[in-house]
């Protein structure tokens, strides 16, 4: 027990802040990405935002550089889960039980997969609470991934330090 309480215990700090301009850069692709999904869903009859997107633009822009922030994650990790929780809620219903057995199976799966994207851990919670059908994974998931992925790229790419992405598979 007193090794396992010592793991508490730690002597790093957390890093710095970053810059006033790194943040205002990666604040407005966030912006810019949302506010896309947001406008073609508010004008259309194409459902392509959900809660999840805005962590996942956090990564995105943020953290460009991060393994969890690659098209490849942030795409496939959103299919993954949004799958697992569809499935979980045609076989087991809205019950807690399956809420876990979702986000479980997701993190999981993503890991298994090399997919790993924490937004999409909520995935399931939204897709099984909410009752969503099969389209779901088509509209909002894949359509809104590909298009904030799209903008990460383009956005991105337009600062003279940032690459993105690091890897598309």
């Not at 970053?18 to 604040?27: K, Q, T, V, Y």
């Not at 999904?37 to 508010?42: G, K, L, P, Q, S």
């Not at 509209?139 to 990460?152: C, E, R």
């Amino acid at each position: 027990m007193k090794n396992y309480l010592a793991k508490f215990v730690t002597t790093e700090k957390s890093p710095n802040p970053l810059s006033f301009n790194i943040s205002l850069f990666s604040g407005i692709g966030g912006f810019i990405a949302i506010a896309t999904v947001a406008f073609i869903t508010a004008n259309s009859n194409i459902p392509l935002i959900m809660a999840p997107f805005g962590a996942t633009c956090v990564l995105a822009f943020g953290v460009p550089d991060s393994p969890l922030a690659q098209p490849r994650n942030i795409i496939g990790g959103h299919l993954i889960s949004t799958l697992i929780g569809l499935i979980c809620l045609y076989l087991f219903g809205n019950e807690w039980y399956s809420l876990a057995i979702g986000v479980g199976a997701a993190i999981a799966i993503m890991q298994l997969s090399g997919t790993t994207h924490p937004p999409a851990g909520a995935d399931p919670l939204l897709v099984i609470m909410g009752g969503c059908t099969w389209e779901f994974i088509i509209n909002p998931v894949f359509s809104g991934a590909i298009i904030i992925t799209a903008i990460a790229c383009l956005f991105n790419n337009m600062d003279k330090v940032r690459k993105y992405p690091k890897y598309w598979i």
